[in-house]
Nanobody, 120 residues
């Protein structure tokens, strides 16, 4: 497994922007972000790999995932935030090229989570 350290998050008004970063200490073939709101299951947000990027329909056009390969860091830029984006956001990674995907089981390392709160 790979150690993942998240940063960013916080409180923002609706329509605002936040930037989440995730630094990985180890090899990663894909990195992604999931989120979990109170009383709900953890859900996919975005993923990046050598094959490209993928986004949940709910964030397409508003969120952008990128990766600095030199720093082994994934960044989630979140714009036009909505109150329904409020959740704990988790960084995830996969160190096997054979398991690239967007399901929870496609990732074998997880960060500790960071709170994002969007006020209306």
């Amino acid at each position: 497994q790979v150690q993942l350290v998240e940063s960013g998050g916080g409180l923002v008004q609706a329509g605002g922007s936040l930037r989440l970063s995730c630094a990985a200490a180890g090899r990663t073939f894909s990195m992604g972000w999931f989120r979990q709101a109170p009383g709900k299951e953890r859900e996919f947000v975005a993923m990046i790999s050598s094959f490209g990027t993928a986004y949940a329909d709910s964030v397409k056009g508003r969120f952008t995932i990128s990766k600095d390969n030199a720093k082994n860091t994934a960044v989630l830029q979140m714009n036009s935030l909505k109150p329904e984006d409020t959740a704990v956001y988790y960084c995830a990674s996969q160190d096997s090229l054979l398991r690239v995907g967007i399901r929870l089981v496609d990732f074998n390392s997880w960060g500790q989570g960071t709170q994002v709160t969007v006020s209306s």
